[in-house]
T-cell receptor, first 114, second 113 residues
């Protein structure tokens, strides 16, 4: 009964490849997010979608393209992978209609670019 | 913009010691404040929150008080256990779209038996 699930858990790939990470939530939330956690554990927001619409797009290279086919799914596609993309990527969800509703996080996808 | 600063780790304590992890913030308006915990290999879990000044959030023996005058939200626990070893993140949610969180840099806590 995982609330926020991401696949894959680990992803090892070479520079220049294109890869996708999938995220699904079964909490009925209306907002989903992608966060990037670097090697020093620092977390930075990348994107946020509310009811399939992009509402936050931080300064992320356009090689990163999120896609939300419905409000329960938010996938992240990355083109032309670079060494600096190596990180742990976390998906999260919340009920934005409820102010200060906490975020629920997936267990992360560890991306290693060689 | 919004920002959160927390003490750098690692913090190493013996079991049953008192824990304080400092957190200060910068934000416009009236943010809500959170502490999240990340155990090894897992995602972040909400530990506690406070939504207005002087509120105290508490959970599992941890507590933090929202101090607007000092823009702080320090995490405390009276007696830590080995199972508390994790990375702790202070975060704020401002008057922005969709409950987005701004995180501090995280503080690793190691508790030794």
């Amino acid at each position: 009964d995982t609330a926020v699930s991401q696949t894959p858990k680990y992803l090892v790939t070479q520079m220049g490849n294109d890869k996708s990470i999938k995220c699904e939530q079964n909490l009925g939330h209306d907002t989903m997010y992608w966060y990037k956690q670097d090697s020093k554990k620092f977390l930075k927001i990348m994107f946020s979608y509310n009811n399939k619409e992009l509402i936050i797009n931080e300064t992320v290279p356009n090689r990163f393209s999120p896609k939300s086919p419905d409000k329960a799914h938010l996938n992240l596609h990355i083109n032309s992978l670079e060494l600096g993309d190596s990180a742990v990527y976390f998906c999260a969800s919340s009920q934005a209609r409820v102010r200060n509703s906490p975020l629920h996080f997936g267990n992360g996808t560890r991306l290693t670019v060689t | 913009g919004n920002s959160v600063t927390q003490m750098e780790g690692p913090v190493t304590l013996s079991e049953e010691a008192f824990l304080t992890i400092n957190c200060t913030y910068t934000a416009t308006g009236y943010p809500s404040l959170f502490w999240y915990v990340q155990y090894p290999g897992e995602g972040l879990q909400l530990l506690l929150k406070a939504t207005k000044a002087d509120d105290k959030g508490s959970n599992k023996g941890f507590e933090a008080t929202y101090r607007k005058e000092t823009t702080s939200f320090h995490l405390e626990k009276g007696s830590v256990q080995v199972s508390d070893s994790a990375v702790y993140f202070c975060a704020l949610s401002g008057d922005n779209a969709g409950n987005m969180l701004t995180f501090g840099g995280g503080t690793r806590l190691m508790v030794k038996p």
